[in-house]
């Protein structure tokens, strides 16, 4: 694997134990073209970062070390994380997202994402659980990397969570509350942004972002019979 270097100043001074990385963060770069997007990482007023930076054509560049924090997360939440950019390791895949023209990951630019993440799972013994997207940590404002990107994939090489059909921890002809289900699903997986007792006029970016991940092919904010029985193979596996 050949990993070209371009350091980034925006990123910690003080170095971080090898222990403290616990994640992947798979972000989209979200901008026009692969040059504006690496100048912008590098750039210090706009105080934006990441790890590894993966172009279209496959080519892997480190922006900074592993042992740096990098910032790529923002504001953001898993489980009893917050603030990921402390414990995890960014990588940026050059796509425009959806502001200027969502493209599809092109194979060979997944090809080297995926040789990475094997790499950096193995060496820093990070779990499938903890390989997630942006809009996983933070589904109140990001959507990348998005419905295109190719979560199956990931999945047959064991690089993300996975769940088998099953039957369901609930009775479906007894359903009270289908929202109390699915978020609570929700917050054993890992999500966070939401309140388990009561609705929130921002719960549709939290169930879209869920879709996104796991039904790729529905992207809306309802959370329908398979949307809930995804979540709780998920939560119950």
Request: some cysteine; aromatic content about 10%; charged content about 30%.
């Amino acid at each position: 694997m050949i990993i070209e270097t371009s350091n980034s100043p925006n990123q910690s001074k003080k170095v971080r134990p090898k222990k403290d990385i616990k994640f992947i963060i798979i972000h989209y770069t979200g901008m026009q073209s692969r040059i504006e997007s690496l100048r912008r990482l590098k750039d210090p007023k706009f105080k934006v970062s990441c790890h590894y930076f993966i172009d279209r054509k496959g080519k892997l560049i480190r922006i900074v070390n592993d042992n740096k924090i990098a910032w790529h997360a923002g504001k953001s939440k898993w489980k009893n994380f917050t603030n990921l950019n402390n414990n995890s390791l960014g990588i940026e895949l050059v796509n425009k997202g959806h502001k200027h023209g969502y493209q599809k990951f092109p194979k060979i630019q997944i090809k080297s994402l995926i040789k990475l993440c094997v790499f950096l799972k193995k060496k820093y013994k990070i779990k499938n659980s903890n390989i997630l997207g942006h809009s996983d940590i933070a589904p109140l404002r990001k959507l990348d990397p998005g419905e295109k990107f190719p979560w199956p994939l990931l999945k047959k090489k064991q690089l993300c969570i996975s769940f088998k059909s099953k039957k369901p921890n609930y009775d479906k002809k007894n359903i009270k509350d289908i929202r109390e289900i699915f978020f609570k699903n929700l917050f054993k997986i890992g999500y966070r942004y939401f309140n388990l007792k009561k609705k929130g006029a921002k719960d549709h970016l939290v169930v879209k972002a869920f879709k996104r991940r796991f039904l790729q092919s529905s992207i809306d904010g309802k959370i329908d019979q398979k949307t809930l029985e995804i979540s709780d193979f998920l939560a119950n596996q």
